[in-house]
């Protein structure tokens, strides 16, 4: 798939070694802690083009599940000075680990307020910034969680994976119109962690 220039640059300027610790640059989900992952490049290459048309200048997004923070910062540079991203998890120790990721390199959009890491269940949101342009899901619900559609922008984009932890996953699309319809289409199959609850993510494999 053709990668316009407005993703690849994002992900150039975002370096993954910041963000995962283990083979950065491995086409793969890599571990992170907490039974979470961050996703192969080429998903969130996938997703950013995916998103593309919503990550302009000024635009406002959303980042569930947004685990070690990279995604989240690639968005915010997509966004520009007047954009706003914000990415959420319900891990207290991810949230920490996106901000010291970012600062590695990326402080300033921290600073600016550009990019803002908060902890909470994604599945609910996060109203306080609400409406957003682009939401991003990085973990596979087994339906679209409402006050996400509550929370998306007439004109707006989500992306997300729907589908149980064992069975085939269909990594969809989203967009509202500005007349309130609704178009939903499935782009591909994929694998992903669960969007599930702080208690059952962290709790020992049984």
Request: glycine share 10%; aromatic share 4%.
């Amino acid at each position: 798939a053709v990668v316009s220039t407005q993703s690849t640059g994002a992900m150039l300027a975002v370096d993954r070694k910041d963000f995962c610790s283990s083979e950065p640059y491995r086409d793969s989900p890599q571990p992170i802690g907490s039974n979470a992952t961050i996703s192969a490049p080429h998903m969130h290459a996938y997703a950013l083009e995916n998103l593309k048309e919503r990550l302009k200048p000024g635009s406002k997004v959303l980042d569930v599940g947004c685990g070690s923070g990279y995604l989240a910062a690639c968005m915010a540079i997509m966004v520009g000075e007047s954009g706003r991203v914000v990415g959420i998890d319900h891990i207290p120790s991810l949230v920490e680990m996106s901000v010291n990721n970012t600062r590695k390199h990326h402080a300033a959009l921290l600073d600016s307020g550009r990019l803002l890491y908060v902890e909470g269940d994604g599945r609910e949101g996060y109203p306080a910034t609400a409406p957003y342009d682009c939401i991003h899901v990085g973990a596979a619900a087994p339906d679209v969680p409402t006050p996400l559609m509550d929370q998306l922008a007439r004109g707006g984009r989500m992306v997300l994976p729907i589908g149980s932890p064992n069975s085939t996953q269909k990594f969809i699309q989203i967009d509202l119109g500005q007349d309130g319809i609704v178009d939903k289409k499935n782009l591909l199959e994929v694998r992903y962690v669960p969007l599930t609850d702080k208690e059952k993510q962290v709790a020992p494999w049984r």
